[in-house]
């Protein structure tokens, strides 16, 4: 069977409910959907944290970032930074969660490489949409961190599938960048319930040009995936495209800054959450 074929089958799948999670991602969808009930308390979602090692981890961890804790003052337990945080930045980090544990712990060397390597690119870009939104695209910072999260969400499906389909990471992968991340990443984002705005931003990202200067949720995820200085390892790049993996290969004009000015001012509030999120 063709590749192609094979992403059809897996989307085709994903639209009649028939996705397999890894285990380790059932607990991110459980608290995901707690999180999703109106009637959800603090406390309540506390608790549903506190229970999951990682998570609280990293939301005490990003509480305390540059980006959340403008006063300095640093907290030390899950209720204070649940409050700290909000409803909307607990989603994004719950669903940072899942994506990452998407991918299940492959047994195969080269896809555990993948898999890390596809996180620090993941962490990396969700840093850099939360200050691309504020600073130069005036979108919301947390949707644009959802969005960023999410973004690769079917790349780590696919680490998850190849232990039973290994050709599917096999040899280039030009034909998953090109069509099969679009097809299995669309089914995917439904099946996850991803509000139509970020799902569509995330679908424009996929087949998109940045436009200038950049303005839209879909232009934030663009410009982000070309200033992360680590890359996708499922996509392939010219050498010469590798070597300038973090610069901005077009200055943009804001007011009287730069894209390279905020860049800079904004390179320890970027370093802190990808701290935090890894």
Same mark, same amino acid.
């Given at each position: 069977?063709?590749?192609?074929?094979?992403?059809?089958?897996?989307?085709?799948?994903?639209?009649?409910?028939?996705?397999?999670?890894?285990?380790?991602?059932?607990?991110?969808?459980?608290?995901?959907?707690?999180?999703?009930?109106?009637?959800?308390?603090?406390?309540?979602?506390?608790?549903?944290?506190?229970?999951?090692?990682?998570?609280?981890?990293?939301?005490?961890?990003?509480?305390?970032?540059?980006?959340?804790?403008?006063?300095?003052?640093?907290?030390?337990?899950?209720?204070?930074?649940?409050?700290?945080?909000?409803?909307?930045?607990?989603?994004?980090?719950?669903?940072?969660?899942?994506?990452?544990?998407?991918?299940?712990?492959?047994?195969?060397?080269?896809?555990?490489?993948?898999?890390?390597?596809?996180?620090?690119?993941?962490?990396?870009?969700?840093?850099?949409?939360?200050?691309?939104?504020?600073?130069?695209?005036?979108? @919301?910072? =947390? +949707?644009?961190?959802?969005?960023?999260?999410?973004?690769?969400?079917?790349?780590?499906? #696919? *680490? %998850?599938?190849?232990?039973?389909?290994?050709?599917?990471?096999?040899?280039?992968?030009?034909?998953?960048?090109?069509?099969?991340?679009?097809?299995?990443?669309?089914?995917?984002?439904?099946?996850?319930?991803?509000?139509?705005?970020?799902?569509?931003?995330?679908?424009?990202?996929?087949?998109?040009?940045?436009?200038?200067?950049?303005?839209?949720?879909?232009?934030?995820?663009?410009?982000?995936?070309?200033?992360?200085?680590?890359?996708?390892?499922?996509?392939?790049?010219?050498?010469?495209?590798?070597?300038?993996?973090?610069?901005?290969?077009?200055?943009?004009?804001? @007011?009287? =800054? +730069?894209?390279?000015?905020?860049?800079?001012?904004?390179?320890?509030?970027?370093?802190? #959450? *990808? %701290?935090?999120?890894?």
């Amino acid at each position: 069977m063709e590749r192609s074929e094979l992403y059809q089958r897996i989307a085709d799948e994903a639209d009649r409910g028939e996705l397999v999670f890894p285990t380790s991602a059932e607990v991110g969808l459980r608290i995901k959907r707690a999180l999703d009930d109106p009637d959800c308390s603090t406390d309540q979602a506390a608790k549903l944290i506190q229970a999951e090692p990682l998570l609280a981890a990293r939301v005490v961890a990003v509480a305390n970032s540059v980006a959340y804790n403008r006063s300095g003052r640093e907290i030390t337990d899950v209720r204070q930074s649940v409050a700290r945080l909000g409803f909307r930045t607990l989603r994004s980090l719950t669903m940072s969660l899942l994506v990452k544990q998407m991918s299940g712990q492959p047994s195969n060397p080269a896809h555990q490489v993948i898999a890390q390597k596809l996180w620090e690119h993941t962490a990396h870009v969700a840093a850099l949409c939360n200050v691309i939104a504020r600073r130069v695209t005036h979108q @919301d910072p =947390e +949707t644009a961190m959802f969005a960023g999260i999410l973004h690769e969400v079917a790349g780590f499906y #696919l *680490i %998850s599938r190849a232990r039973e389909i290994p050709v599917l990471l096999e040899g280039d992968l030009a034909d998953w960048q090109g069509h099969g991340e679009s097809v299995v990443g669309a089914a995917l984002l439904k099946v996850l319930e991803v509000p139509e705005a970020v799902a569509s931003a995330i679908g424009d990202m996929w087949g998109g040009y940045l436009a200038i200067p950049p303005t839209t949720l879909s232009d934030t995820l663009l410009l982000a995936e070309d200033l992360a200085p680590v890359a996708s390892p499922l996509y392939w790049r010219p050498p010469e495209d590798n070597a300038q993996l973090g610069k901005p290969q077009i200055e943009i004009a804001l @007011d009287e =800054e +730069t894209l390279t000015s905020i860049l800079a001012e904004s390179a320890e509030e970027v370093q802190s #959450l *990808i %701290s935090a999120l890894k």
